[in-house]
């Protein structure tokens, strides 16, 4: 899919530029000059250390010696935290994605409905989103408390349910987080929807009602379609930030109960900076990249049956 | 607005279906407000008043000494400062570097512009735990290690991938004509970025901020990998400072119990990112919406 708008054709002159020209690129150059020493400094220098860090055995400050690919087949062969630490992970993505997605179109289709008090009920279903993370958690720990817990409290006197314990069970650990995660469904993602909604052209509509068609005929043949390019970018950012599950988890439980929310990136950051395992902890963050990049490229292979391509010019998307 | 019309003209289904999506929109809207009303109840209780059972649903004699007896458990002004001049430092130096290098990129043609976005965007999804070790490593080898240096000195290079690439959405759309005027009047190319993008641009401008302000504010892993000593220390490491500090030997020292002080704690870091939010809000969804992330 095309996440951009195209750029303006550059004259295919390869040759000698005019002194107009040149002054252009030199200014260009000049503009872009941050973000090119940026990257070159921040990250693909780093990348290149990194890569090179995760064949070597290195605990920084002592200098990295060569070892091979000792560090991934370590990962791979005998580290048990990575493999439960990669489940959890993908136990996360798999229910919290979905969930999130469909959660915030459904909140994006209530809210695009005028009605009186719209933009009162988005601040109300925006504001969960910027709630500081620590803070978010610090308050779910409290109303999933198993004890003195608002949501315990509940299910003993309607249902005389004795609740879990929640972040301090080991099953219940990650559905918990996965709630919580659902607190946010209200924020940007569902804001992108709102727009892509917006930018539907009306005429689709119409049309369509004058060929008698009806709501829910409507909902699939035009929304759905049309929306598609905003539903794949918000799948994909989601998807992202998901595998990189962190400040939560560090904050409740750092990991627990009995390694029961111990996510992939908490393993990363142990063997990076508790235990300054430096080369390990770059061969863990190589294979994270590489899940991501896989992941990333099945959707966009997957995107070809389901995305509508048209719709991201029609609607501005591209 | 458009939508209204689109629903069939007072049919009995229209108005039962409206009926049903408002109060759903109502009822849902209800329990997503719910935990920041127990949060902002429950940093108004006393010590005893928050382990209640059945729990008190606003706090009986709601006692605003929390927030400063929050201070005495841990510096948590201190944190609230040094958080507000990093947030400064990284909003400022995120949004113009990353505004100057998307109207690069928009306004002027050069060789090898189109490979180079390329990359940018597929910087957008590498996850930034790639670079931690080495990242951590130059930065210790040049003594920035327990300084705000490291977190705030690559956010002038450029504010990330996803901003320029927002900034650049929002500059394509604004007409390639005012930019040919301005050169024939003989505008020099940064006093058309400053008098006339600029201005031009507020939205995406004030929605790059507020998304900067949000990531900064809330940023927990890199003040955790980088800042050690706890005058330097910033509000989301704080408050697990605060929650030690309240359930640990210094609450023992005070003599009296204090962990009712960690909803005033979380409240105080909520407040300021509620405000900027509700001031900025209207350019913000506006922002979004005139961006090219939309549909």
Same mark, same amino acid.
């Given at each position: 899919?095309q =996440?951009?708008?195209?750029?303006?054709? =550059?004259?295919?002159r390869?040759?000698?530029?005019?002194?107009?020209?040149?002054?252009e690129?030199?200014?260009?150059y000049?503009?872009?000059?941050?973000? *090119?020493?940026g990257?070159?400094?921040?990250?693909?220098?780093p990348?290149?250390?990194? *890569?090179?860090f995760?064949?070597?055995?290195?605990?920084?400050p002592a200098p990295?010696?060569?070892n091979?690919?000792?560090?991934?087949?370590?990962?791979?062969?005998?580290?048990?935290?990575?493999?439960?630490?990669?489940?959890?992970?993908?136990?996360?993505v798999?229910?919290?994605?979905?969930?999130? *997605?469909?959660?915030?179109?459904?909140l994006?289709?209530?809210?695009?409905?005028?009605?009186?008090?719209?933009?009162?009920?988005?601040?109300i279903?925006?504001v969960?989103?910027?709630?500081p993370?620590?803070?978010?958690t610090?308050?779910?720990?409290y109303?999933?408390?198993?004890?003195?817990?608002?949501?315990?409290?509940?299910l003993?006197?309607?249902?005389?349910i004795?609740g879990?314990?929640w972040?301090?069970?080991?099953?219940?650990v990650k559905?918990?987080?996965?709630?919580?995660?659902?607190w946010?469904?209200g924020?940007t993602?569902m804001?992108?929807?709102?727009?892509?909604?917006?930018?539907?052209?009306?005429?689709?509509?119409?049309?369509a009602?004058i060929?008698?068609?009806?709501r829910?005929?409507?909902?699939?043949?035009?929304?759905i379609p049309?929306?598609?390019?905003?539903?794949?970018?918000?799948l994909?950012t989601?998807?992202?930030?998901?595998?990189?599950?962190f400040?939560?988890?560090?904050?409740?439980?750092?990991?627990?109960?009995?390694?029961?929310?111990?996510?992939?990136?908490?393993h990363?950051y142990?063997?990076?900076?508790?235990?300054?395992?430096?080369?390990y902890?770059?061969?863990?963050?190589?294979?994270?990249?590489?899940?991501?990049?896989f992941?990333?490229l099945?959707?966009?292979?997957?995107?070809?049956r389901?995305v509508?391509?048209?719709a991201?010019?029609?609607?501005?998307?591209? | 607005?458009?939508?209204?019309?689109?629903?069939?003209?007072m049919?009995?289904?229209?108005f039962?279906?409206?009926?049903f999506a408002? #109060?759903?929109?109502?009822?849902?809207?209800?329990?997503?407000?719910?935990p920041?009303?127990? #949060?902002?109840?429950?940093?108004?209780?006393?010590?005893?008043?928050?382990?209640?059972?059945p729990?008190l649903?606003?706090?009986?004699h709601?006692?605003?000494?929390?927030?400063?007896?929050?201070?005495?458990?841990?510096?948590?002004f201190?944190?609230?400062?040094n958080?507000?001049?990093?947030t400064?430092l990284r909003?400022?130096g995120?949004?113009f570097?990353?505004?100057?290098?998307a109207?690069?990129?928009?306004?002027?043609?050069?060789?090898g512009?189109?490979?180079?976005?390329?990359?940018?965007i597929?910087?957008?999804?590498?996850? #930034?735990?790639v670079?931690?070790?080495?990242t951590y490593v130059?930065?210790?080898?040049?003594?920035?290690v327990?300084s705000?240096?490291?977190?705030?000195?690559?956010?002038?290079?450029?504010?990330?991938?996803f901003s320029?690439?927002l900034?650049?959405?929002?500059?394509?759309?604004?007409?390639?004509?005012?930019?040919?005027?301005?050169?024939?009047d003989?505008?020099?190319s940064?006093r058309?970025?400053w008098?006339?993008l600029?201005?031009?641009?507020k939205p995406a401008?004030?929605?790059l901020?507020?998304?900067?302000?949000q990531w900064?504010?809330?940023?927990?892993?890199?003040p955790?990998i980088?800042?050690?000593?706890?005058e330097?220390?910033?509000?989301?490491v704080g408050?697990?400072?605060?929650?030690?500090?309240a359930?640990?030997a210094?609450?023992?020292?005070?003599?009296?119990p204090?962990?009712?002080l960690?909803?005033?704690? #979380?409240?105080?870091?909520?407040?300021?990112?509620?405000?900027?939010?509700?001031?900025?809000?209207?350019?913000f969804?506006?922002?979004i919406?005139?961006?090219?992330?939309?549909?």
């Open positions: 899919m =996440l951009t708008r195209p750029l303006p054709r =550059l004259k295919a390869k040759r000698k530029l005019s002194r107009l020209a040149r002054a690129e030199r200014e260009g000049l503009y872009i000059s941050p973000w *090119l020493i990257f070159v400094v921040f990250t693909l220098g990348m290149i250390a990194s *890569l090179y995760s064949f070597t055995e290195y605990q920084f990295p010696k060569w091979n690919l000792n560090n991934y087949v370590y990962a791979v062969t005998k580290d048990e935290l990575f493999w439960l630490s990669l489940g959890n992970t993908f136990y996360y798999a229910i919290s994605v979905p969930l999130g *997605l469909t959660g915030s179109l459904f994006a289709l209530l809210l695009n409905r005028e009605f009186s008090g719209r933009a009162f009920w988005r601040t279903y925006y969960p989103s910027i709630v993370v620590v803070a978010t610090f308050l779910f720990m109303i999933f408390h198993p004890d003195f817990g608002l949501i315990n409290g509940w003993w006197k309607l249902f005389r004795q879990p314990g972040f301090t069970s080991r099953e219940w559905p918990t987080f996965i709630l919580m995660s659902l946010g469904i924020g993602p804001i992108i929807f709102l727009a892509g909604l917006q930018n539907i052209p009306v005429e689709l509509y119409e049309a009602e060929d008698g068609a009806g829910w005929s409507k909902f699939v043949n035009i929304t049309m929306l598609s390019p905003t539903i794949f970018f918000n994909i989601g998807m992202i930030g998901a595998f990189k599950i400040g939560p988890a560090w904050v409740a439980t750092r990991g627990g109960p009995y390694y029961g929310s111990y996510f992939y990136v908490l990363i142990n063997q990076a900076f508790l235990l300054w395992n430096s080369g902890a770059s061969a863990l963050a190589w294979i994270l990249l590489v899940i991501i990049l992941f990333t099945v959707q966009f292979k997957l995107a070809q389901w509508y391509y048209e991201a010019s029609l609607t501005g998307m591209a | 607005m458009d939508k209204l019309r689109r629903w069939p003209v049919s009995l289904r229209f039962s279906l409206h009926f408002n #109060a759903v929109t109502v009822l849902l809207g209800l329990l997503f407000a719910f920041l009303y127990w #949060a902002v109840s429950n940093a108004l209780k006393g010590p005893r008043e928050m382990f209640r059972i729990p649903w606003y706090p009986p709601p006692r605003f000494q929390n927030f400063l007896e929050v201070n005495e458990l841990v510096p948590f201190l944190f609230m400062q958080t507000a001049v990093l400064v909003t400022v995120g949004v570097s990353a505004s100057l290098v109207y690069g990129f928009t306004f002027f043609r050069f060789r512009r189109n490979i180079l976005f390329f990359i940018l597929g910087t957008m999804m590498l996850p #930034a735990e670079t931690l070790v080495p130059m930065f210790s080898k040049v003594g920035w327990d705000i240096k490291p977190l705030v000195v690559p956010l002038w290079f450029g504010g990330g991938a320029i690439f900034f650049r959405q929002f500059f394509a759309s604004i007409p390639r004509e005012l930019n040919e005027a301005a050169k024939v003989g505008c020099s940064f058309f970025y008098s006339i600029v201005p031009l641009s401008f004030i929605t901020s507020i998304l900067f302000f900064s504010w809330n940023d927990l892993m890199e955790l980088y800042l050690n000593s706890i330097k220390q910033t509000i989301p408050l697990l400072s605060l929650r030690s500090a359930s640990g210094v609450a023992l020292k005070l003599g009296k204090t962990e009712h960690l909803m005033a704690g #979380a409240v105080m870091a909520m407040v300021p990112s509620v405000i900027v939010f509700f001031t900025l809000q209207r350019y969804i506006r922002g919406i005139m961006s090219g992330i939309k549909g």
